[in-house]
């Protein structure tokens, strides 16, 4: 092992061979409350320079990421017995179900979720305390606290609470799951003529009053539960609507799972800055452009012990290479000797913090997990102050939460304040899972707003460009002419603008 990690308080578990490197890897747990259960698999990288598919259409062609790996995200759990619906209208437990099956999953389509056919993906189980959700048909879920279910009113976990930090939304007896009910799943036995008829893809999901939320119990016991990812990202379970775990490809392709693995198995590239190094000192490199951060942050906890970016920023700096930094964190004033030495040698570079709000109570329901934004705000000021143009990239704006002028204006003067070049606003996005994410947390949260985020995102993940433009003008307003420095377009230090392909790099998470 390096003698740059001798200064980690670690503990060696095993040694364990991950697919694409050539050298097994050492798996260490960190003595930190932040780091509980937590494995980190300390691996040599074949390459740092990641190229960016010509298809994003972004501003730069390179990055680098030093981690792969996520502490935030959710693991969902079924009991072995569960029917899921496979794509011919049969049935078959969740247990027996194998990577490749087709089955049942849904996908919104303009204004209604429709039944389609998708593929599972992955498999996994675990032991965990078990629940049962009962409903009036007499359907019986058995399933962990943090499974969701897709009930008339959003995505909902079989428990939770109001306030504190088990808060979310969760089952109560008021829901009705959606799904074609536990009668349409034909057993593996059935024929399969009368299997074919009870195929449903194509039809809209409807809530009805059979599939109303009886009683949620714990059973008092563990047990052992399974969990798939799909191609939408859910199945039939029992004949309702449930959510699966979603599986991000860079851990699939290292023989993770999709579930606690992405949240609990991170994989640290400790030799990126040498590699990185010997990459920028090849005759074929051409000194384009790097970008850090457009991906994971490379200031999230864990650096504060490997201290990558050290080596990578020295790396950058001896090639002369121009690159720039986008993070929540301000962890990344511990390089600020760095990153000024970048300025003054290679000239273009550039820092931004991404901070969608000041808004106490916005930020910590949107964002509890991130850094102050106040914190946020003082980095932007003693990078400035340390001659660093670092911008603010006020991300995601989001209607009827952050968008309103009192909201907006204090966080233009503070940016101002603080010295910030330039700054820039992008609309709130809704992909994937995260729209699900966003909208349960609406309809736990701001009912009131419901509608009107169906309505504005009722076309696709984006808002309509109207309320785009509307957003942008919010931002522009506030700034004063001459508050804020006009920077080149396209380079990596102009604000995304919404709408604009950038806006995939400037939101990184909601929660």
């Given amino acids: ?14 040694q364990h061979r991950l697919p694409g490197y050539r050298d097994p890897a050492s798996v260490r747990q960190f003595d930190a409350p932040e780091a509980l259960d937590t494995r980190f698999y300390e691996v040599r990288a074949k390459s740092a320079l990641n190229k960016v598919p010509a298809a994003s259409q972004m501003p730069f062609r390179w990055t680098v990421n030093p981690y792969r790996g996520c502490s935030h995200a959710c693991s969902y759990c079924l009991g072995g017995e569960t029917l899921v619906l496979m794509a011919d209208g049969r049935a078959r437990t969740i247990s027996e179900l194998q990577v490749g099956d087709s089955i049942v999953g849904t996908r919104q389509e303009g204004a209604h979720r429709r039944f389609v056919e998708t593929q599972v993906l992955d498999k996994w189980s675990s032991i965990k305390p078990a629940w049962q959700v009962r409903l009036d048909d007499g359907t019986r879920l058995l399933a962990s606290a943090e499974h969701r279910f897709l009930s008339d009113r959003g995505w909902k976990h079989v428990t939770g609470a109001e306030r504190g930090p088990s808060t979310r939304p969760h089952l109560t007896l ?36 059979r599939l109303r939320v009886e009683s949620i119990r714990p059973l008092g016991m563990v ?23 979603f599986a991000r490809p860079t851990h699939t392709y290292l023989g993770f799972n999709a579930g606690r693995d992405f949240e609990r198995e991170i994989v640290v590239k400790v030799n990126a800055p040498e590699v990185l190094r010997a990459e920028l000192a090849r005759p074929s490199w051409k000194g384009e452009h790097v970008a850090l951060g457009t991906n994971t942050d490379p200031y999230q906890w864990v ?209």
């Fill in 1 to 14: 092992m390096f003698v740059r990690w001798s200064n980690l308080t670690v503990e060696a578990e095993q």
């Fill in 174 to 209: 008021e829901d009705k799951l959606l799904g074609p009910g536990a009668d349409v799943a034909a057993p593996e036995r059935d024929d399969p003529a009368i299997s074919r008829r009870r195929t449903i893809i194509g039809a809209a999901l409807k809530a009805e009053e």
């Fill in 223 to 245: 047990m052992r539960m399974y969990d798939i990812t799909t191609g939408t990202e859910d199945f039939i379970a029992n004949g309702v609507v449930s959510h699966n775990c």
């Fill in 303 to 511: 650096e504060g012990r490997y201290r990558l970016m050290e080596g990578i920023w020295e790396a950058l700096l001896d090639a002369r290479n121009p690159c720039s930094i986008l993070t929540k964190s301000p962890l990344l004033l511990r390089d600020i000797e760095l990153m000024r030495r970048l300025r003054e040698r290679v000239g273009e570079f550039t820092a931004c913090l991404s901070i969608p709000t000041l808004d106490e109570k916005a930020w910590r329901e949107t964002e509890p997990r991130t850094p102050n934004p106040k914190a946020r705000l003082e980095a932007v000021a003693e990078l400035n102050r340390a001659g660093i143009p670092t911008g603010v990239l006020i991300a995601p704006l989001m209607p009827g939460i952050n968008d309103a002028p009192h909201q907006v204006e204090p966080l233009l003067a503070a940016a101002a304040e603080a010295g910030a070049t330039s700054v820039g606003g992008i609309a709130l996005h809704l992909r994937g899972e995260v729209r699900d994410v966003f909208m349960d947390w609406m309809r736990a949260k701001r009912p009131d707003l419901v509608p009107r985020y169906e309505e504005l995102y009722k076309r696709g993940a984006y808002a309509p460009k109207l309320e785009r433009e509307r957003l942008g003008r919010l931002v522009r307003k506030g700034g004063r002419p001459g508050r804020f420095r006009r920077v080149r377009p396209g380079s990596a230090e102009e604000p995304a603008r919404a709408g604009s392909p950038r806006e995939a790099a400037g939101q990184q998470s909601l929660f």
